[in-house]
């Protein structure tokens, strides 16, 4: 394991939230009412935002349209099971605040903000691997970075969301995945990017299929316009230890992500000494140069 790190030293690119093991029915998301800034500064830099990445999509000929997402507001916790409350926003008003203008909340405020929920996975293959993906250079968030595999949590016609069928849905989307693929799903908790405060569940989806099986499935997806290669460790402590060192860039919520996976299963010392690891190259390059697409 690799040396202790001094916590007035070190960067940490992600928060925690809650921590624990949340299995399918454990968590609920209640969706009630729309979220509309109510600065008129605000507004008008989000919409600013927005038709600066459409002009840059079009120079580009991405695909970038906005997409209904849904607002973290706050969550409840008993460590078995998870609450989460949220309203209606979009992803407009996501690039607009969190993920170009995070510097305008951290001086200002959060009280206009996005702050879209996010659904994403790490998967643990059957011969002992896990796998992250790079994204593509077009998407508008995190180009070019490691990155759990998921998306924004969409709102229901219902007002409650289920998101178990969220993760599932995306990574069906983006690997091919069926429900006879997967071994076990489970929430390892919520965490935000320390930076532009993005909350996102992240979950350990451990797959019946080996890496090759899951590359061959990867390969075989028509659209890799959010991501177009896998990015790989063994299982282990050692290894996933030097990947969070050596993978750049890397986002912060995958950053999170394995380090919530390494806390459930190589404990509280590795934990402790690895999410502290200097990684700045997590926030060396947010933004797409010419749009992106959506997620």
Request: cysteine-free.
């Given at each position: 394991m690799p040396p202790a790190v001094e916590r007035d030293a070190c960067h940490v690119s992600f928060v925690e939230e809650t921590f624990g093991d949340f299995y399918d029915g454990c968590i609920s998301i209640d969706v009630r009412g729309e979220h509309k800034p109510t600065e008129p500064a605000i507004q008008t830099m989000i919409e600013r935002t927005w038709d600066e990445v459409l002009a840059r999509a079009q120079r580009s000929n991405a695909v970038v349209f906005n997409g209904p997402l849904v607002r973290y507001l706050r969550h409840t916790s008993n460590g078995a099971g998870l609450h989460i409350e949220a309203e209606r926003t979009d992803y407009a008003t996501y690039l607009g605040t969190n993920q170009y203008n995070a510097e305008r909340g951290a001086k200002t405020g959060w009280r206009d903000f996005a702050d879209p929920l996010g659904a994403s996975a790490v998967i643990v293959t059957s011969d002992g691997y896990l796998v992250c993906g790079k994204r593509s250079d077009k998407v508008a968030s995190h180009p070019g970075f490691v990155h759990t595999f998921g998306g924004g949590v969409e709102p229901s016609s219902g007002g409650r969301i289920n998101p178990f069928d969220e993760i599932r849905r995306e990574l069906c989307e983006e690997l091919g995945l069926v429900e006879s693929d997967i071994d076990s799903l489970v929430c390892r908790g919520l965490l935000r990017d320390a930076t532009t405060r993005q909350p996102e569940l992240v979950y350990d989806c451990h797959a019946?299929?080996?890496?090759?099986?899951?590359?061959?499935?990867?390969?075989?997806?028509?659209?890799h316009a959010e991501h177009i290669s896998l990015s790989v460790c063994r299982d282990n402590g050692w290894s996933l230890s030097e990947f969070l060192r050596t993978a750049r860039p890397i986002a912060p919520v995958a950053f999170g992500a394995l380090c919530f996976h390494g806390r459930r299963w190589f404990g509280e010392d590795w934990y402790t000494t690895n999410r502290c690891l200097d990684h700045t190259h997590c926030l060396a390059r947010r933004c797409a140069p010419e749009g992106g697409a959506h997620d």
């Open positions: 019946h299929l080996t890496l090759t099986q899951l590359s061959d499935r990867f390969s075989a997806v028509a659209d």
